[in-house]
Every structure is written in structure tokens, then in C-alpha cells.
């Protein structure tokens, strides 16, 4: 796929709070010191989940 408009990759986060697991392709990509995560907020709450990916995710899925 080539173009500006590339669909992200699903990504499943695990909610700590609700302790449930979900799948999503709405999170933006952070890189804090060097570490990439997905970031997307929850679907059970206003907070935001975290989840560590490679380098290698985290530039496909910018």
C-alpha cells in the first residue's frame, strides 16, 4: 500500500482498570526515551491505555 492514507494495523490493548481486553486501529504512536507505545484511550473510561510496540510497528502505523 502506498499513498498518504495507509490504514493502521488493529492493535489489541488491555484495559488494567476493567481488566478486559480490546482491538482498535484508533491510537496514535509516542516514543518516550527511545521506547515506541500505541496510545489509544479506553473504551471503558476517560483514561488512556498503553502498549509497547517495536520500532519497526511503530513506523508502519504513524
Not at 490504514?7 to 489489541?12: D, F, I, L, N
Not at 515506541?36 to 511503530?58: N, Q
Request: charged share 35%; aromatic share 12%.
Amino acid at each position: 500500500m502506498k499513498g498518504g492514507n495507509m490504514a493502521k494495523q488493529e492493535t489489541e490493548f488491555f484495559d488494567v482498570k476493567s481488566k478486559k481486553k480490546f482491538k482498535t486501529t484508533n491510537y496514535k504512536i509516542v516514543d518516550k526515551n527511545g521506547r515506541m507505545f500505541a496510545v489509544t484511550k479506553s473504551p471503558s473510561g476517560s483514561y488512556e491505555c498503553w502498549r509497547v510496540v517495536s520500532k519497526e510497528f511503530a513506523q508502519k502505523n504513524k
